[in-house]
């Protein structure tokens, strides 16, 4: 992968909708080659592209789970995955290297929706499941596509909007570019049977009142030579929070973070994205180094494989 397969990256993670000519522009390169290279970097490196959503202006909540097993053979786990992936309100989910085997997300519009969620989990899991819990909702979180791609970050102003309401036309728009945040107008005109500035105005509504947040790429970081840590960490007073996050915004090597509140094991997740061993080792001997006096390691597990990334079809129902 060379500068404009970088740059072509770059620009579909700020923006995933971005015309193939104005993409061409921005790279340098003519039409026909950035769409070469696109086909190219979408065999192996693009696994997705999506718009993502807004969960609560459809009326969803989310919780992170996290499931240790005991017990289970590499098909017990394969069946596992399949449970998982096919079940209609679990997403965002990862294999693991470490104390959980599986963290994934389950989106719920209730109490008796999560409860029933978790009946059906511990109902096929039975004696293969050792652990089990939720997190709370992150009160923060943040990607750093642009440390992946070596650009700097573009510093953006989200307003927040009340009372917004969506209807039927507008949850086909959401789910097709949920699924597919590349999906051409004539496309999404056949599929939602409306015509195609209609469907591009209904877009860019949705985008100005921040239901869509934005449209991106889901990336293969193996296909990148790049390891995921993820290592969890627990502060001994809230109010420190905010110079640890200082901190990991300017750490190269920190692709992600969430920050919780009222967690009792840990209350911020880090996301490491290591091509060497010794990047990770030094990572932790940093944040020893800043911060050892104030927090604790939890634990640091290695994210395997990622799948189901975008919304599960039962948000959209």
């Not at 991106?216 to 990148?224: A, G, K, N, P």
């Not at 640890?244 to 967690?263: A, C, D, P, R």
């Amino acid at each position: 992968m060379d500068v404009k397969d970088k740059k072509i990256l770059s620009e579909l993670a700020q923006n995933s909708r971005i015309p193939l000519t104005q993409l061409s522009k921005k790279v340098g390169v003519s039409r026909e080659v950035i769409d070469y290279r696109l086909k190219k970097l979408e065999e192996k490196i693009i696994k997705k592209y999506s718009s993502q959503i807004n969960i609560g202006v459809i009326g969803f909540q989310r919780t992170g789970c996290y499931i240790s097993l005991q017990n289970c053979s590499l098909k017990d786990e394969q069946e596992v995955l399949e449970f998982l992936i096919e079940h209609k309100f679990i997403s965002a989910i990862s294999i693991n290297i470490g104390k959980y085997d599986f963290v994934f997300d389950i989106f719920y519009k209730n109490n008796e929706q999560l409860q029933q969620t978790t009946i059906e989990i511990e109902n096929f899991f039975k004696e293969k499941l050792k652990e089990f819990f939720f997190v709370s909702i992150p009160i923060k979180q943040k990607i750093f596509y642009n440390k992946l791609f070596e650009r700097k970050e573009k510093l953006t102003s989200q307003k927040t909007i009340t009372n917004i309401k969506i209807d039927k036309i507008d949850l086909v728009i959401l789910r097709l570019l949920n699924n597919n945040s590349r999906e051409s107008l004539v496309n999404l005109s056949d599929k939602v049977n409306l015509k195609a500035n209609a469907i591009g105005y209904r877009i860019r509504e949705l985008e100005k009142k921040n239901i869509i947040e934005q449209s991106t790429i889901f990336i293969d970081f193996e296909e990148l030579g790049f390891d995921i840590y993820n290592i969890q960490i627990k502060t001994k007073v809230a109010k420190d929070h905010k110079k640890i996050i200082q901190f990991l915004e300017n750490q190269k090597s920190v692709f992600y973070y969430y920050q919780y509140f009222g967690n009792k094991d840990w209350d911020i997740d880090i996301g490491a994205i290591i091509k060497h061993k010794k990047e990770l080792k030094e990572l932790i001997q940093e944040i020893k180094q800043k911060f050892g006096e104030i927090i604790n390691f939890k634990e640091i597990y290695m994210i395997e494989k990622i799948f189901k990334e975008e919304l599960p079809k039962g948000v959209f129902d």
